[in-house]
């Protein structure tokens, strides 16, 4: 399989892992759009978030979420997060990801 996300969650390409418990890998994203970005994966390749059926993933990436903005220091200050989902959704890797990011005052704009 060709998907960089499975690639990094079997450790084939270096990542800066951030946190990983049995279901999903946290990583910095190696092209950050806020001082802290990071991208969270589940371990099992689901494209998109229209094909994810699986509570305990669900479930997982949210607290996750919430590990990261701790470990980041930004949970008081706050945090966005993002699931790009589909084409005109800008997803461009096909590997359902949640970005977390934070760490100054981010655009209010949402497209």
């Given at each position: ?30 092209q ?8 969270i994966?589940?371990?099992q390749?689901?494209e998109s ?18 590990e ?7 949970a008081?200050?706050g ?23 934070g ?6 704009k949402?497209?």
């Amino acid at each position: 399989m060709g998907c960089i996300f499975c690639k990094i969650v079997s450790n084939e390409i270096p990542s800066t892992k951030v946190y990983e418990d049995d279901l999903v890998v946290a990583f910095d994203d190696i092209q950050p759009q806020a001082p802290v970005h990071v991208v969270i994966v589940p371990k099992q390749h689901i494209e998109s978030l229209n094909e994810l059926t699986d509570s305990p993933t669900w479930f997982a990436m949210l607290k996750a979420a919430q590990e990261v903005a701790k470990i980041k220091g930004i949970a008081e200050s706050g945090y966005r997060t993002v699931i790009n989902c589909g084409k005109d959704g800008t997803q461009i890797i096909w590997h359902l990801h949640l970005h977390v990011m934070g760490g100054r005052m981010l655009d209010s704009k949402m497209g």
